[in-house]
């Protein structure tokens, strides 16, 4: 049986899940919202009927392949059991939370789901949080599980910088002495130049980081195609601009074009005044 807030939570992730049916687009039609609703309803009671049974578990393996979030209502046996939760976690890692604390201390269940969705370091076991190569998959999938490695871990120049590569905002997870050192603040921006905006105020009016960063962001600004000719060898090939940045750029180009030549038409030497300027 569940709680209020189960029900709650429940209802909330059955939004979702008939959100994900209609592409995430809230514009589709009632009905198509409703038969996403019918469906998600539908696989809950298929799992539900489940025995805590070896007979039932190629049954439970074939949904949770498809759908990993049905862990939530399966049996306590297909909880612990480490197939099946392998099977959840790798079509959704976030489905590590359903899963019985034995598996979740489990080293290649938690890797699995950690590559699927880096944040379920979260339903990780304490001691694997401990573990570096748990946390660097994480990380490498979504900067902002840092937030969830042990302490130790997050001073591990490494596994920091893994993090924010993927996530710049990441670097507020770090240790608090990691983002007090220079050395590694200048790697961070090398890494991701978006970095700089969540460094330490004192570094970012520090002339090497600042210049560090804009260097990235002005090489990332361009990338190096195959040549269309001989004469294109070297020439790198900026990126295409979102539509309202080119609208931008077209309209800041035009008027650059009717603004007059500012050529002052006085002489040194003249009065005093105010220079006229000659229009055109």
């Not at 979702?16 to 209609?22: K, R, S």
């Not at 990126?239 to 650059?256: G, H, M, V």
Request: aromatic share 6%.
């Amino acid at each position: 049986s569940l709680s209020a807030g189960d029900g709650r939570r429940g209802a909330v992730r059955t939004g979702a899940a008939a959100m994900g049916a209609t592409g995430g687009d809230p514009r589709r039609s009632a009905a198509t919202v409703a038969a996403a609703k019918k469906w998600h309803r539908e696989i809950i009671e298929k799992v539900s009927v489940l025995r805590e049974d070896e007979r039932d578990k190629a049954t439970m393996l074939n949904v949770l392949k498809h759908h990993g979030w049905a862990l939530r209502f399966s049996p306590e046996m297909f909880q612990t059991d480490i197939d099946t939760v392998s099977a959840a976690v790798k079509n959704w890692g976030l489905a590590l939370e359903y899963a019985h604390p034995d598996a979740r201390n489990t080293k290649k269940v938690c890797e699995l789901a950690v590559q699927q969705n880096g944040m379920a370091l979260a339903f990780v076991s304490t001691a694997l949080r401990k573990d570096r190569s748990v946390v660097l998959a994480a990380v490498s999938t979504s900067g902002a599980a840092l937030e969830f490695a042990s302490k130790a871990l997050r001073k591990d120049w490494e596994v920091a910088l893994t993090a924010v590569e993927s996530d710049p905002k990441a670097i507020l997870a770090a240790d608090e002495e990691l983002k007090g050192d220079r050395d590694f603040v200048l790697q961070a921006v090398a890494c991701n130049p978006l970095a700089l905006e969540f460094v330490d105020k004192s570094f970012r009016h520090d002339r090497e980081v600042v210049q560090t960063a804009w260097r990235q962001r002005r090489s990332a600004s361009t990338l190096s195609l195959p040549p269309a000719g001989p004469k294109a060898a070297s020439r790198p090939v900026p990126l295409q601009l979102p539509p309202r940045r080119r609208r931008r750029a077209a309209s800041a180009a035009q008027a650059r074009q009717r603004l007059p030549p500012d050529e002052p038409v006085f002489k040194l030497g003249s009065p005093a005044s105010a220079p006229r300027w000659r229009w055109t």
